[in-house]
């Protein structure tokens, strides 16, 4: 017995020589962030190894859209990564619930953040904590400087100056006004529904109100977005019903779309792809003076999967991402995803330090559909996917639409019954 | 008299394909059969009976979905009997044509798009069919029917049809192969003893070598509908899970797989997503049965 030992341990020895140290731990990373691939790689990951000899980590991401059914089947298989990028709330919820998330309230890299950046990754009663919040992302319009330099417009306050400058595009006929596309659906309520949305509820307190069954998705202000929407087809390009997510990303770039509703994620690809200059406008207001309110989403955080083998090293990397070397790294690599946890960070792109801007003088809000509503069937997210698209379209009324989403969400959320 | 002695080879030979079969195919399909019976509730896994199929069937929020993918699914299917199978036929007669040149070179043309990926087509024709790079709003300008052009995919009333077709596109090839193989079959002598009856070129189709491809017109129309009802890879790759727009592109395979895996926000139900799984065998198996006793027996079969 002993004799057979000694011979694997040898070959073992053997055989990882040649790559990495035998007692080095290595750690995978499960993620949805494909387009971050390089980043991670060239920046991140030799940070950490740096300070941290003896662990190495391996970056492994899948398609966005199949992140969590990828990420469930490999957690119920046991070959989940050790660490795992969380969704915010119920998705990373659940897996918490299902023991396949460790609990992190004890990590001292919590303190660095507030309760509100903590919320997306707690239980409902906030008494434990399960994923180092990592980043946000806000929602607002992108546009091209040069041409509204060219054709001599400024960017939009008001809904009224919104709709004068899409016309002005049009007329002049050089641009398309706005590149969006409902083929993919989901831009129509993220970047559409979403991004507008929060100046009519009132941010907080009409996304709060809903989940406390005070105000009705019927309610004027959860239908006066749709109603805005239903007023953007004509600025879309030609086609946009099959115009793709993609699609739209590069009509803009190529400059041939002069405004984009946009997630600030875009930024750091938007900077390599278009050479023209980009400014930034937070969704416009209903009437001039009016208070202004910004989805600032807590989207991204980094959790530890409970089965893995390396808790200690897991649990070193994942202190060192709520620390303040890691926010700088990745708020200035990846401008866009602005980091949540409460150190001063330095960032240098003019576009993410736009957005970032709006949180001095708006409020922030998180998507609507995002905590607690879309836990049941049918899932109040997705449902607003198709309403919105159906809004732009024209399929039908907002009145419609609203009535349609009232009634899935109260066939089985309690407080809207 | 030899006492008769267990013929243990015929086990042996069997068993490695009966226990990979039993394994991969059987245990998973009876497992998830079982699967459809369970729910959760408060965290325990509880035997629900047929609750699962009463809430998929009657429960308004399920049925219209269901329906809404099933009536989907059958229109994908009679897209693919009315128009690959019947193009399918007339190439393979074309193609048998024995003066026909470069027979080989159309054969292998047409059966190419059958072995790419779904994923390549549907990648591909999206390419093609976009209102903004793709080609064909151009195409249709040159010959003066730009008109004609419509964002297909993204049109609630066309975007099915326009995908049953480009999966024709890629599948025709097979239905014509069958069909070849089988019409290369029939002797030679027979048609010439229809000649000196009068029967030469059409009608010789109709009156002799339809009626000996018959049967394998079953077998393709077997195929499409199993292939069809188990449909998934091509409207999940050039629509994405939600099949839209607006779920005008749903059919069975997608909806299962947003129940089953969970969709964005959605979690997934494996056992919701079982019992459709279970709705789906049975459409298939019944589909499958109907063929088999009524159809298939009352076929007439010709000694060749």
Redesign the interface.
């Known amino acids: 017995m002993k004799k057979t030992l000694t011979a694997a341990t040898l070959l073992s020895t053997t055989l990882l020589a040649q790559g990495a140290l035998a007692q080095d731990v290595t750690l995978t990373i499960e993620s949805w962030r494909n387009d971050d691939l390089t980043l991670w790689q060239d920046q991140i990951i030799p940070a950490f190894e740096a300070s941290h000899p003896g662990i190495k980590i391996k970056f492994s991401p899948s398609a966005p ?1 199949e992140y ?2 990828v990420l ?2 490999k957690l119920d298989a046991g070959s989940a990564g050790d660490l795992i990028t969380c ?1 915010p ?3 990373s919820l ?1 897996l918490y619930e299902g023991d396949k998330l460790a609990d992190l309230s004890d990590l001292d890299a919590m303190d660095s953040f507030a309760d509100v950046a903590k919320s997306a990754w707690q239980t409902d009663d906030g008494s434990a904590t399960f994923c180092v919040p990592i980043a946000s992302v806000i929602h607002g319009f992108i546009y091209n400087k040069d041409a509204f330099n060219e054709l001599g417009i400024e960017p939009p306050k008001t809904t009224d100056e919104f709709y004068a400058v899409l016309d002005k595009i049009q007329e002049d006929g050089s641009y398309i006004p706005m590149a969006m ?6 831009e129509a309520a993220t970047m559409g529904y979403q991004n507008i949305g929060p100046n009519y509820w009132k941010g907080e307190e009409g996304r709060q109100a809903l989940i406390a069954g005070e105000q009705k998705l019927t309610d004027e202000q959860w239908v006066a977005p749709f109603r805005e929407l239903a007023k953007w087809a004509p600025y879309l ?8 997510y993609p ?1 739209s990303q ?2 803009f770039t190529l400059g041939r779309a002069a405004i984009y509703p946009a997630g600030s994620w875009e930024i750091s690809g938007f900077n390599q792809q278009a050479d023209f200059e980009m400014g930034a406008f937070p969704p416009p207001v209903p009437a001039e003076g009016d208070e202004c309110y910004i989805s600032d989403h807590t989207d991204i955080a980094m959790g530890m999967n409970a089965a893995t083998e390396h808790p200690e090293e897991a649990k070193a990397f994942l202190e060192w991402v709520g620390s303040e070397e890691f926010a700088t790294i990745y708020s200035n690599a990846l401008p866009g995803f602005f980091s949540l946890a409460s150190f001063d960070v330095e960032m240098s792109d003019p576009l993410a330090q736009e957005f970032v801007s709006w949180r001095q003088s708006c409020n922030s809000t998180i998507r609507s ?2 905590q607690i509503l ?1 836990r049941g ?3 109040l ?2 449902e607003t ?2 309403a919105s ?2 809004a732009i ?1 024209g ?1 039908s009324t907002p009145e419609e639409l609203a009535q349609k989403l009232q009634d ?1 969400l109260s ?1 089985w959320y309690d407080p809207q019954k | 008299m030899q006492k008769s002695r267990i013929r243990w080879h015929i086990a042996v030979f069997l068993a490695p394909a009966v226990l990979v079969y039993t394994a991969v195919m059987i245990y998973p399909l009876f497992n998830t059969l079982r699967l459809a019976l369970f729910n959760e509730v408060d965290d325990q896994r509880l035997f629900v009976g047929l609750a699962n199929f009463r809430t998929l069937f009657l429960d308004p ?2 049925s219209d979905a269901f329906w809404n993918a099933l009536g989907n699914n059958f229109w994908f299917f009679l897209i693919h009997m009315l128009v690959q199978n019947p193009i399918g036929i007339a190439l393979a007669a074309l193609l048998s044509h024995p003066r026909l040149r470069f027979a080989a070179f159309y054969r292998t043309a047409i059966f190419v798009p059958t072995i790419l990926s779904f994923v390549i087509v549907g990648f591909a024709w ?1 390419l093609i ?5 793709g080609i064909a ?1 151009s195409l249709l300008d040159a010959v003066g029917l730009g008109g004609l ?8 009333e066309y975007a099915l049809t326009t995908l049953a077709l480009v999966s024709v596109w890629q599948f025709v090839g097979i239905p014509m192969m069958l069909i070849y193989a089988a019409l290369l079959s029939i002797p030679e002598e027979l048609l010439e003893a229809g000649e000196i009856d009068g029967i030469t070129g059409m009608s010789a189709f109709w009156k002799i070598k339809l009626p000996l491809i018959l049967p394998s017109i079953g077998i393709i129309s077997i195929l499409t509908f199993v292939g069809n009802f188990n449909a998934f890879d091509l409207i999940y790759s050039a ?4 099949a ?4 005008a592109t749903d059919i069975l395979g997608t909806f299962l ?1 947003r129940t089953f ?9 494996p056992y919701m997503g079982s019992a459709i799984a279970s709705a789906m065998f049975a459409i298939i198996l019944i589909g499958v049965c109907i063929y088999l006793f009524g159809i298939q027996t009352r076929m007439r079969r010709y000694q060749l």
């Not at chain 1, 390009?237 to 793709?244: C, L, P, R, S």
């Open positions: 859209a969590n059914a469930n089947s969704r709330f119920d998705a659940a596309g409902t083929n993919d659906q989901w390009g030609n086609g946009y019903e099959a115009q793709t699609d590069n009509l559909t995002y879309s069937t049918p899932n997210e997705n996917w198709g698209a159906a379209k399929t899935g066939s | 929020l399920w999206k069919l976009s209102p903004i790079w709003p052009f419509q964002p297909w995919l993204g049109k609630e629509q994405g899970a939600l839209g727009p607006d779920f797989y895996f969970g969709f964005q926000l959605q979690l997934g139900d």
